[in-house]
């Protein structure tokens, strides 16, 4: 491997999140972002065709190493890391609106779901998956929602326009159009 | 086959109400259900029969506290009713009170179809592992601050909520006390002929307590059970059980 | 690379502290930990051998992949460079509390957080965005502390006033009805 794979490797090693090719190339003042996504190519290929127990994705916003999931098992039954807590049902819903609608307020998302989400939005903010964008107009300027960048990470999307377009979804809807 | 069955732990909690919540995520969740289950077209819903299978269901998950489940039955009655409403042919204003309630389901079902994707990916990368090592850092240069207003407000609501009591609300308007002034002006009057205003209000009385007085002050004059009098301006107000009559 | 040699490799990365042999062991019941010994030294060759940014590295009571020392340095000055760091959950809420009730001491700053705010107050004085703006009334007379220009500036307000009314916020994200 040649030394900016090497320095890549080392980077993306020490960093629990995704970086983006932006910010490695931060760390050599004399590569640029294209010599940078060639580098990442070569590590790419030789986490895959040298049989690791790793590999290298890009999600999230970033590049990021990642186990590979036939081990995921044996590791958490080894007590060496364990899985996040899986999202219930009504979590999920609330996380699809805001993602597909953003920014968006509590009380037209509990429209769409048909129940009050208050507490789940709650717990969606706490983990950190939405935030506050912005206030909206009208009535007491209600907190509109959008999703964070840990949002694409969990979800390992590169970037919100990973998820289904709307017209691509079984039911297509909206025929009007919906001013955001 | 039981409408229960695919609940899964139904009755294995006292409070059912709680596992169903968990099964069924609201009454668009249960309606969907409903019309799956029973292969009735999403566009031409028979509301009638619709109605009753849904009244059945939460009987039978007993749902009947839940808000949201009865105005989705109240919603549904409306719009049978509706239907049963004779009309004229070629009534061109003439709107299915159904559209709505389909526009809803549609936009319901769009949203599930996204869950499932995002079940899908969620569970992808919860089987793949981070990094979790953090070496010690050297002591770092001081490193520009990302400081954005929306964690600054999860943060005030974190403050809100672990606060013991409402600290961030203590400014709050002290009440008027007047019927505690009258208890005390006529306990005063009780014991003696004539008061003065200090014998009624403390020294060093907050505000409130000075506003309160004088309310009940005026209070009693208007019931006549006082009279009040100051010689000359600024000098101490003289209260009297004797009724100055109408000169007062 | 043999397959217990591939899961170790996993395994080392997922977790976050060096793991002993004989703990390693367990992470497949078919294997002993002469098995894993030879395993993880064919990792550490592999490490070596190929040119690689991350060594294998038996310390601290276990075994762990680092990063090279010939790479911490780059990484560090980018990561510093780069990152933007991030207020700390309870830098946050010291923050906030003082922005809404400034000025404010120190005491009363931990009556509201439960917890005292000494050496949080200090890292904010120091990064310049509350300041001493007076000394209170009553024994001690203690010092008061207000928010600084540098944060109207960091939140992008204009001035105090445009910060959120927190009964709105209470509204919003706390007195929503408990479903469950």
Not at chain 1, 3 to 15: M, P, V
Not at chain 1, 135 to 147: D, F, H, K
Request: hydrophobic content about 45%; some cysteine; overall charge negative.
């Amino acid at each position: 491997m040649n030394s900016l794979a090497k320095l890549l490797e080392a980077a993306l090693f020490a960093s629990p999140r995704p970086i983006p090719a932006e910010e490695l190339a931060g760390l050599d003042p004399d590569v640029s972002v294209k010599d940078v996504r060639a580098a990442l190519e070569e590590l790419r290929l030789m986490f895959d065709d040298g049989g690791h127990g790793v590999e290298l994705v890009e999600q999230g916003g970033g590049w990021q190493i990642l186990t590979r999931p036939e081990y995921t098992e044996a590791i958490e039954r080894a007590r060496f890391a364990s899985r996040p807590q899986r999202l219930s049902g009504a979590a999920l819903e609330t996380l699809a609106i805001i993602a597909y609608r953003q920014p968006i307020g509590r009380a037209e998302v509990a429209d769409i779901r048909g129940v009050d989400a208050g507490a789940i939005l709650k717990s969606l903010l706490e983990r950190g998956l939405v935030e506050v964008v912005a206030r909206g107009e009208g009535l007491g300027r209600p907190l509109l929602y959008g999703t964070t960048p840990l949002f694409l990470e969990q979800f390992a999307l590169r970037h919100l326009e990973e998820l289904p377009r709307v017209d691509e979804l079984a039911i297509a809807l909206r025929r009007e159009p919906q001013p955001l | 086959m039981d409408d229960v069955s695919d609940a899964p732990v139904a009755g294995a909690y006292e409070g059912s109400f709680v596992v169903e919540l968990a099964h069924f995520n609201g009454p668009l969740d249960l309606l969907l259900s409903l019309i799956r289950d029973e292969k009735i077209d999403i566009y031409d819903i028979p509301i009638a029969r619709v109605c009753e299978q849904f009244l059945v269901r939460m009987r039978d998950l007993e749902l009947n506290d839940a808000a949201e489940y009865l105005e989705m039955a109240a919603r549904l009655l409306r719009i049978k009713a509706h239907l049963l409403l004779p009309r004229r042919e070629s009534d061109d204003a003439w709107e299915d009170p159904r559209a709505e309630l389909v526009r809803r389901l549609l936009e319901y079902q769009q949203m599930r179809e996204v869950v499932y994707v995002l079940e899908r990916l969620g569970e992808d990368r919860r089987n793949r592992f981070a990094r979790t090592y953090s070496p010690e850092l050297t002591a770092p240069p001081q490193a520009p601050l990302a400081l954005s207003l929306a964690e600054l407000l999860v943060a005030v609501d974190r403050v809100l909520r672990a606060a013991k009591k409402p600290a961030l609300h203590e400014v709050v308007r002290r009440a008027l006390d007047v019927d505690g002034a009258i208890t005390t002006i006529r306990a005063v009057l009780a014991l003696r002929q004539r008061a003065r205003w200090r014998d009624v209000v403390r020294v060093n009385a907050e505000p409130w307590e000075v506003l309160s007085a004088l309310l009940a002050l005026l209070e009693l004059a208007r019931r006549n059970e006082l009279s009040l009098a100051q010689p000359k301006p600024f000098a101490d107000v003289e209260i009297s059980r004797e009724l100055a009559g109408e000169a007062a």
